[in-house]
């Protein structure tokens, strides 16, 4: 069995070991060394379109990351670019889902228990008591519930803050409150004191978090993105900031990464950035996800994972 892999930072030697370990059957072979060669799997994170357009040899494209839009925008410069009926098959939570709930309760926390006012008093040496939030008064909207989403609510549910949850289709969480379509959008985002965005990017969702959307949540509200650069239209954001109705924004995703020197987000301290941390994709846990899906199509059974390209995620 071939396996193909491609990674942008041509860093090949831990993957090749760590596939070596786990799937000693498999010849593990970089796309530079082996661009005209067949294989049966590719594995691969946002790679080039000569590695995919025309191929009948694979028998599935494995991603390295949950998000699949590195692969899917490939048909954006060519419509066939992807080769037809060789699934793609993303990353099923690996490790990702618990990260994201860290990264998450941890923005929340920090706004809910005013630890940055706090910081701005102990610099200046005060000693003074802050009155603090309700909890009632805090309600979180989780856009996409989906593996990463639905986990995050879960655990912000656990915290006893009000959870909504939004999603493309109904959907059941424990804990949270659930909302679903175009139909359920308003209500969902209705007085909202923090909104997390973890939905994939498709055309349905790209600029989804523009000044109409901000616009319905409540007064000093948070924003966390941790999904897209290109679901926020950044200018937006900027704007509801600067007139007081977004109180603070966490930032791991932008339009253009890394986020450049000069971006106006650099310069406003209500903004947060992280350099897209918030869940790494984890070498081991993705390894051993990806052999066991390997194995499981070799025994002809069901995978959990594979993309719907018409719906885009
Ligand atoms: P997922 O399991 O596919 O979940 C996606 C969720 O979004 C589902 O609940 C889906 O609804 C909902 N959704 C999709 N389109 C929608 C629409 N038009 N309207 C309303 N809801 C919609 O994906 P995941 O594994 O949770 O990952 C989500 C995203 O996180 C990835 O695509 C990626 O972009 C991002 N991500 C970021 C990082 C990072 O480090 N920043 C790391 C990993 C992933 P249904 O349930 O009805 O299908
Ligand atoms: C990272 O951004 C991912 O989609 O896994």
């Avoid at 007139?243 to 986020?259: K, Q, S, W």
Wanted: include cysteine; charged fraction near 25%.
């Amino acid at each position: 069995m071939k396996l193909q892999l491609y990674v942008p930072d041509g860093r090949y030697a831990p993957w090749i070991e760590g596939f070596a370990e786990v799937l000693p059957e498999a010849q593990c072979l970089t796309w530079e060394e082996s661009r005209d060669a067949q294989a049966d799997f590719a594995v691969v994170w946002r790679p080039p379109v000569e590695m995919l357009r025309g191929r009948t040899d694979l028998r599935a494209i494995f991603n390295l990351g949950a998000g699949v839009d590195g692969i899917l925008r490939l048909r954006d410069d060519d419509p066939a670019a992807l080769p037809a009926g060789i699934p793609i098959v993303r990353l099923d939570d690996a490790g990702m889902a618990a990260q994201m709930a860290e990264y998450v309760s941890a923005a929340v926390l920090r706004d809910f228990r005013k630890l940055d006012a706090y910081a701005t008093q102990a610099a200046a040496g005060t000693w003074k008591f802050i009155k603090p939030h309700r909890r009632a008064d805090f309600t979180i909207g989780v856009m996409g519930i989906g593996t990463l989403g639905s986990h995050i609510a879960r655990t912000l549910a656990q915290f006893g803050f009000p959870v909504r949850g939004w999603s493309r289709s109904a959907k059941h969480v424990e804990g949270v409150q659930p909302f679903h379509g175009d139909a359920g959008r308003a209500a969902f985002l209705d007085g909202l004191r923090v909104l997390v965005n973890v939905l994939p990017l498709t055309p349905d969702t790209e600029n989804i978090i523009d000044a109409d959307l901000l616009a319905r949540l409540a007064p000093g509200a948070h924003l966390i993105n941790v999904a897209r650069g290109q679901h926020l239209v950044e200018a937006d954001l900027l704007a509801a900031v600067k007139a007081g109705h977004i109180g603070a924004a966490t930032l791991d995703v932008f339009r253009e990464e890394p986020l450049p020197a000069e971006h106006p987000f650099w310069q406003e301290p209500r903004i947060t950035i992280t350099p897209h941390i918030s869940a790494l994709t984890l070498r081991e846990d993705s390894i051993a996800q990806i052999a066991s899906k390997i194995r499981a199509l070799g025994e002809g059974k069901p995978i959990a994972g594979i993309v719907d390209i018409a719906r885009g995620y």
